[in-house]
């Protein structure tokens, strides 16, 4: 496995969007969460709705930024060719597949740290919070956990797609898709329930520090949804590796 792995970290490191991407998933998620937190109303003390996770909104943003990083280490290989070297080096389809999610997430794990670290120290500064600590960090671990999962999601669905720019689209549809038809539909509990299971909707329901209780699902059990959904990506991307002709 240690050669899979190093195959792997050679390839990504020496891509040039593996310099600007993680560097871009900082930018956008701490830029967008800025912007948000700047034009919350403030009276006094207090601020309106849950200030923690206003100050996390450049989430949003940076997932798309991640699922592009994500789906470039196997579309990549597929859009030049080079996907047919490595399964003739690395036989081994399913270690191919665990050796590139291990060095996705070891690229985007500190850009993500990073990011929402940031995002949250300076919404805690703009925003007067009352929520507690642990609420707090709860919010910020989740929202890192979070990213992750979005890159292991759109890493099985570029192996299963195998084209970077359709994997992408598939991406960014799943994760914007859920949100619009809850906000379109009439009924109020398929509008719960589109919240439910949308691996977005239901992931950053993490993020959450105040008014659980009136939550579409809960902070841990919407972070296992979007943990389903990049589990059945990988899942269906490695069992297409294993079938398919590269």
Known sequence: MRRYLHAEWTKLRTAPETVWLPLGIVVATVAVGLVVAVNIPCTGPHCGGD???????????????????????????????MIHTTVAAMPRRWAVLAAKAAVVTAVV??????????????????????????????AAGGSVL????????????????????AAIGVVLGLLYLFPILAAAAADPDWERHLLQVGPMTAGL??????????????????????????????????????????
């Open 109 to 138: 794990a500190p850009a993500a740290t990073l990011a929402v670290a940031v995002s949250a120290l300076a919404g805690r500064r703009i925003l007067p919070a009352e929520a507690a600590l642990h609420t707090v960090l709860r």
């Open 146 to 165: 979070y990213l992750l999962l979005i890159g292991l999601l759109a890493l099985g669905v570029a192996t299963l797609v195998r084209n970077a720019a």
């Open 205 to 246: 329901a993490v993020q959450a520090t105040t008014g659980l209780d009136k939550l579409p699902i809960g902070p841990w059990a919407g972070l296992g949804v979007t943990a389903a959904w990049a589990a059945g990506a990988l899942l269906a991307g490695a069992a297409a590796l294993a079938a398919r002709d590269a």
């Open 51 to 81: 200030p923690t996770k206003a100050g996390l909104t450049g989430v949003q943003l940076g997932q798309a930024v991640v699922a592009i990083l994500a789906v470039l280490a196997v579309g990549g290989e597929y859009g030049t060719g």
